[in-house]
């Protein structure tokens, strides 16, 4: 029986409920300028700053006594955690009867572009209730770790005006830190006695002073009087400044709680509404609307601009590939982060044409390892491409072509004889692997990389779609000439004629190296592959030593050099994200285990929390092989973009790599249905929906691509005016003039009776055809559905993961 309930509509909710007494750790929340860690307790257990790039607070927990007896009031049964997209609660009792219900998040609700981002406030709130016949007196006691991760050399105050301790660094002045609240302390104090924060008797009235040093506790002291019936609601809030100036200027701007809360969630909604993916797997559908909220969690203001670390509270790098493989998912959520963040490495390149591999995003300051070439390079192309291509942003498109004719003719300036691109990097780690699996100890992959050469290959072809879009007609076409001269080159020296699969590499030493990973996914990801080679490879990658319950192998079991913790998880591990790129790569050959490798992959997540280490909701990073225990990131901010990424246009079949919207929707065997709905694109927004019925047909609210499958367009979505009751069931809707489509989809595992009701204007009366896909077929409704009918909701039953299509023609 899995501990984790998932709450509410697959599609549109972001929820679930945890007892909490199964977590590990918490949910890693993030704002602008801060990130913050909830741990297992449910206490706040570090606060970083972007700007700083240091953790400077350590944990924050609360702890509650009888005011009268000075008994401690410990939880002392099981309470739950509510996982949100955008903060976590834990409810519990206390054993004097009084409810408690605390919330933790990280003020979020700045877009790129609008002006200065909200001030770094990390926010804890607490409201107690007193359903009892008696009145109540509670003192709450907030214990918080000043230093957090910097020098122990701690000196604060107390400023009575703001009402909350301020502290900082003696070695450093400027990293000031604020602990406040939303009413003034009876009392406080910082201490060295960190044994007072565990007492089981209540420590009274706090000193009211500020003289302790060298790593202190701050403490602030409150009381609360609870009549029967009654309720109280407090909160404290951390932030931090460059000075105390700064510091508190913060504080002052932070809005309560209640206010930040709600700015909060209704950016995360706002977000969310966008790009959403039905399908009649809910696991499927809750990683797409999950994938969203990490991608939103770790967006931050630096001091370099808006940017990603790759390991938020423990690195202050951007790093290039990372930031390529973000872009491609979050350019259909976050547009405007996506254009910085790329034009960030643009700015940097170097003076060659060479992407960096990071840098700093405090400093700027950048590194590229030596190599001679990387996969940052070809990435970082194919990414600005994207970029264009879904915004169509020409002023973007004239900035960043001359950046990305420079990083290709510097890509075929690294070709050997045999037309490959060459790495010559002769050291191990970062310094001697130019892939994307680069910390791997005492390991080299240089040479000819397949992964690098078909990035190559498909960064040349995107040089020559920028080039044909400015109208610069003889570049495009060198460029064009020169990329399929590379994808000859890959299949006629990578491609190993004894196995038709690729070798890993060519080493220095010219041998081929036939080792079997999961970078075979690249040539088809890349479009090097023909498709009987692809077909192959799929075949070879979805065999049973590559695959877990949680996921894909890097290197399968039966491999002499799998090992499942080892080089960081990349030697057999279970890098998560893999099994993205496997459903990305395997969608048009495999769509059955396309919709598995998605679907358990994130269903993982929330199996078993506490034995996995891992977060219901949040992607986490690399999992041990064996013990499928989570060994990495607790949210890994390259991943959940990908599987955005994946489920569009693998799964979802959109394709905008020729500069023009085309749609091949990759249902699995057993699925009858799947939409997408919201989807920004230029300066519209699509909305498509794939249903067998009984042959696969295509209804959009847009017009596609000559190429692409035939199709019916409608002229708008009105999918926000259609209810359907249930948390199973998934609508769409769309008009042309005063005719309707309107579709419901069942994700449950039964038949369900639900009404389909429109909520906009009608008039007059329709008629009605109907597809029910129990049925398998078309049914002409007698008579005229008035339009009071369909406002009110037509009664339907829908089979278990099946889906009801009603077109409706106005005909009165």
Known sequence: MDVVKAIGSSTHTARYEVPDDQLAVGSTLGGPKLMTVIDDNGAIQKVWSVDMGVTLFGTLRLRHYDAGTGMLLRQDQPGSFFIHAEHQEHRFWLPNGVGVLEAIFALSDQRPGNGSPVPPAAYYTVELSNPSDEAVDVLTYAYCVL??????????????GAGALIAWNLSKPDQVRILGASEEAESYETTLDYGEAVARQAPGTLSCTTSASSDPLGVLQHRHHLEPGGTCRFWYVLTFGQGKDEALANFHAAPPADDALSRTRAYYQHVLHQSVVLTPDPSVNRGVLWAKANTLRVETKAPTGWAFTNDPTRSNNSVGRDTAWFAYGAGYLTPDFVRDSLLAYVDRQEDNGMIVEYYDIRTGHSEDYGLNINDDTPLLIIALWHYYSVTGDEDFLQRIYPAAVKAARYILSQRNEQGLVWCTATGTNVWGICSWRNVIPNYRLSGAVTEVNAECYSALLTVSHMAR???????????????????????????????????????????????????????????????????????????EDFWTSAGMHTTPRDSPTYTPSGGWGLLGGVWVAVSFWYAFAAARYAPSFMAYALGTSFRNYSIDPRGTNTVPGQFSEWLNGATLVNEGMMLSPWFPPRYLWAAIEGMAGLSVRQGQARIEPHLAPEWKWLGVQNL???????TWLAVRAPDLRLYTNFLLAEESMSYVAYEEDVT??????????????????????????????????????FTGPLSGQYRLRDYDSLIGNWVDQAGLIPAEDLSRGLPIEIERKGFRLLDLRQEV
């Open 720 to 757: 926000d005016e259609v209810r359907a009751p249930g948390n199973s069931i998934a609508t769409i809707g769309l008009r042309q003039r005063e005719n309707l489509l309107l579709f419901a989809g069942n994700t449950a595992d039964q038949t369900v009776n639900t009404s389909l009701r």
């Open 680 to 686: 920004p694109y230029k300066r519209t927004c699509l």
């Open 147 to 160: 230093r957090g991760e910097t020098t122990p050399d701690i000196t604060a105050e107390y400023d009575a």
């Open 469 to 543: 879009e400015l109208g610069k007609h003889d570049e495009s076409a060198e460029f064009r000439e020169k990329a399929q001269a590379l994808r000859t080159a890959i299949n006629g020296h990578l491609l190993d004629p004894q196995t038709g699969l690729y070798y890993l590499h060519i080493d220095l030493a010219g041998q081929p190296r036939s080792d079997v990973t999961s970078d075979l996914l690249f040539p088809l990801i890349f479009s090097v592959a023909e498709d009987d080679v692809a077909t192959r490879i799929i075949a070879r990658l979805s065999d």
